[in-house]
């Protein structure tokens, strides 16, 4: 069974800094042609906020993160990371990790064949 599990939340400052890891198993790592990383604040949907094609490298963000927020891989270990800058209280909310078989849209949660059971961030003023 594939298993994503993501780890690295917890309770910062504004201004600070958290790095989320969602590690895979149970499939060849580079055999979903993007991992990403989706966020859901309480009372709202869930927002696309960074994918990485796990071949080429490729990076995707979300505007409001842009600048802040940057997404990793390391192929060997079969992981992505999402390194968290200047956070803001607006970025509160459950992170969770996917995994995308087909090489389509990129921040779209509902074409995402695998997800996690998801790590919370929470950014206070």
């Known amino acids: 069974q594939v298993q994503l599990v993501e780890s690295g939340g917890g309770s910062v400052q504004a201004g600070g800094s958290l790095k989320l890891s969602c590690a895979a198993s149970?499939?060849?790592?580079?055999?979903?042609?993007?991992v990403g990383w989706f966020r859901q604040a309480a009372g709202k949907g869930r927002e696309g906020v960074a994918a990485?094609?796990?071949?080429?490298?490729?990076?995707i963000y979300v505007g409001s993160v842009k600048g802040r927020f940057t997404i990793s891989q390391d192929n060997a270990k079969s992981t992505v990371y999402l390194q968290m800058n200047s956070l803001k209280p607006e970025d509160t909310a459950m992170y969770y990790c996917?995994?995308?078989?087909?090489?389509?849209?990129?921040?779209?949660?509902?074409?995402?064949?695998?997800w996690g059971q998801g790590t919370q961030v929470t950014v206070s003023s």
């Open positions: 990485i094609y796990t071949v080429a490298g490729t990076t």
């Open positions: 996917a995994a995308k078989i087909g090489c389509g849209s990129s921040l779209i949660s509902s074409l995402y064949n695998y």
């Open positions: 149970g499939y060849t790592y580079s055999s979903n042609c993007i």
